[in-house]
């Protein structure tokens, strides 16, 4: 073999890692799609008092599946692996486990607080200050939840921005980070529009820019 094949065949190596170190975008686009329908439908349904008839947000939870998958499969397409990547890979795992925690949570715990409340003979009152109301019994509840949300979201969001030096998803998590603080000072249902839009902001949009630069890469060095 010539000095001048050498070289080529280096060449061609070092373009193929080229283009196996692009993200494809393909996660992105799956956590923007989910969240950000399930944020807006969310809102929609307390905004004008409907039910489409279940927890919108289990589609977020089913989004789990499909995201192990996708890490499985083009873990197995990439000849070449980082630290980053790896390290990236960890931090959304860690992100999907934490998002199926807080969804499991927000769920499960006002009916275990009503269930231990009752059980010790009280339970929550809304007391109108006005007097032109009776009280009401109400439920338990988790104030401000989405708040919490916001800020899970723009975690992975930041460090993939960062690490992968893609300016998009760190304006997205810029986003996330300014939805959080309005969040504070509106009522619970405008966290669920909130949502919405950082889902879109942080990964929705930045993924089609993810999966367009993907694609190109690829055709350039067939």
């Known amino acids: 073999m010539s000095e001048q094949e050498s070289l080529s065949i280096i060449h061609e190596m070092i373009q193929r890692v ?18 950000g329908i399930a944020g807006i439908v969310s809102f929609l349904e307390r905004h004008f008092g409907f039910s489409i008839g279940f927890d919108i947000w289990l589609i977020v939870l089913l989004a789990i599946i499909p995201q192990v998958i996708i890490a499985i499969r083009e873990g197995k397409k ?8 790896i390290a990236t890979d960890a931090v959304w795992i860690t992100f999907g486990i934490t998002i199926f925690g ?20 009280w339970g929550l009152v809304k007391h109108f200050s006005s007097g032109n109301q009776p009280d009401e019994k109400i439920s338990p509840f988790i104030p401000s939840l989405g708040s919490v949300f916001l800020l899970i979201y723009a975690f992975p ?5 960062i690490t992968e030096k893609c300016r998009p ?19 619970s249902e405008y966290d669920m529009l909130f949502a919405g839009i950082a889902g879109i902001a942080a990964w929705l949009i930045p993924g089609f820019i993810l999966r367009k630069n993907y694609l190109k890469a690829r055709r350039a060095h067939v």
């Open 169 to 187: 998803m760190v304006i997205g998590a810029v986003i996330c980070y300014i939805l959080f603080v309005i969040s504070c000072f509106t009522v």
């Open 18 to 35: 080229k283009s196996d170190y692009h993200e494809s975008g393909t996660s992105a686009l799956l956590w923007g799609s989910v969240v």
């Open 78 to 85: 990439k000849k070449f692996k980082s630290y980053t990547d």
């Open 157 to 161: 969001t930041l460090v993939t921005g």
């Open 102 to 121: 807080l969804i499991f949570y927000g769920n499960i715990v006002p009916g275990a607080t009503e269930h231990i409340i009752s059980g010790e003979g």
